[in-house]
């Protein structure tokens, strides 16, 4: 581990390092880029700066003013040749334009792994909750002390992809990390968390086609070309309000991008549960894959939460 970055500070220093997360960027996405660039500057290497590829969510911006700091700036391509660490994604559909001809010095995620390279790089894959729980453990594992100012990050990224340690992708590290930067946040994760997911839930300034890119993510299931958009809310109904509009929303991304299926996952972060609205041809395949059926496009997934466990396997299975 430490290696790692002794060779790599040897080699590249006064370089630019760009970090960032993925697109459409959630709270992992922009805290692990601040985090991240944090432990390189720590380890020597100077030139590391965090960015982001895409507009900050409600409940980033929560994170951000409770700390009083700005947000990385917008990144939108990366030069040939320039140097990059990968947080929180490793797809390239997910990644800043023209990636394949940057260099990709590290990778830190908890997806699965969906990159091809054709030179070695530092790999740190770990099945938890969250990017900030292995993050954490660099830290640890670095001996780089964590600020209160970092612990803040860390946790508020935990709580929001794990939903308070309670999505199915909740690992005992996960657990553990919390417990542990909440202490040195100074804050209590079930209070503050409570208020930041509330916070991201706010759709009020989002325009329709805002609230569909949001958190969207295009996945193939099998050869069922899909986009899943997930939006939390402390009350379904709130955004089953404005149904029509979304429905019409996402039949304009359907025939633009032509896809055999949209789905709205409409995740209620108290109850923990999702309504779904499934639109495009294949959109049978919801009720396949869960044995439900679609009332005017919508149904109920009971204990749904989690696109990575609960939706990506199922679907892909049934397809
Ligand atoms: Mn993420
Ligand atoms: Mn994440």
């Not at 459409?24 to 590829?53: C, F, H, Q, W």
């Not at 260099?103 to 909750?129: C, M, Q, W």
């Not at 803040?152 to 992809?161: E, G, H, K, N, Q």
């Not at 709130?238 to 029509?244: F, G, H, N, Q």
Request: glycine content about 4%; hydrophobic content about 40%.
């Amino acid at each position: 581990m430490t290696i790692d970055f002794i060779i790599y500070r040897g080699n590249d220093i006064m370089v630019k390092t760009y970090v960032f997360g993925h697109k459409s960027p959630d709270t992992d996405s922009i805290t692990s880029s601040l985090v991240m660039t944090n432990l390189e500057k720590e380890l020597g290497n100077a030139d590391a700066e965090a960015y982001r590829l895409g507009n900050l969510n409600k409940e980033t911006e929560f994170v951000l003013d409770y700390l009083g700091i700005e947000a990385p700036e917008l990144l939108e391509s990366v030069e040939d040749g320039a140097n990059v660490i990968l947080v929180d994604h490793n797809s390239p559909a997910e990644s800043v334009d023209n990636l394949e001809n940057a260099n990709i010095l590290k990778v830190v995620d908890h997806h699965k792994l969906a990159l091809e390279t054709s030179y070695p790089l530092f790999l740190r894959f770990e099945p938890v909750g969250c990017s900030e729980t292995i993050l954490c453990k660099l830290y640890e594992e670095n001996g780089v002390e964590i600020s209160k100012e970092i612990a803040t990050l860390m946790v508020s990224a935990i709580i929001s992809d794990t939903l308070l340690l309670k999505s199915p992708t909740t690992t005992d590290d996960d657990r553990v990390a919390v417990e542990k930067l909440a202490k040195i946040a100074e804050i209590d994760a079930e209070e503050y968390g409570l208020e930041m997911l509330k916070a991201g839930t706010d759709l009020s300034s989002f325009t329709i086609d805002e609230i569909l890119a949001l958190d969207a993510k295009q996945i193939d299931f099998k050869d069922v070309k899909s986009i899943v958009n997930q939006v939390n809310t402390a009350d379904i109904n709130d955004v089953m309000a404005m149904k029509d509009e979304l429905e019409a929303g996402m039949n304009k991304i359907i025939e633009n991008e032509n896809l055999d299926l949209f789905m709205l996952l409409i995740t209620d972060i108290v109850n923990s549960n999702s309504q779904v609205i499934a639109l495009g041809k294949d959109a049978s395949l919801v009720e396949k894959a869960y044995g439900v059926e679609l009332v005017d496009n919508t149904v109920l997934l009971e204990g749904v939460v989690s696109r990575k466990k609960q939706v990506v396997p199922i679907m892909t299975e049934s397809a």
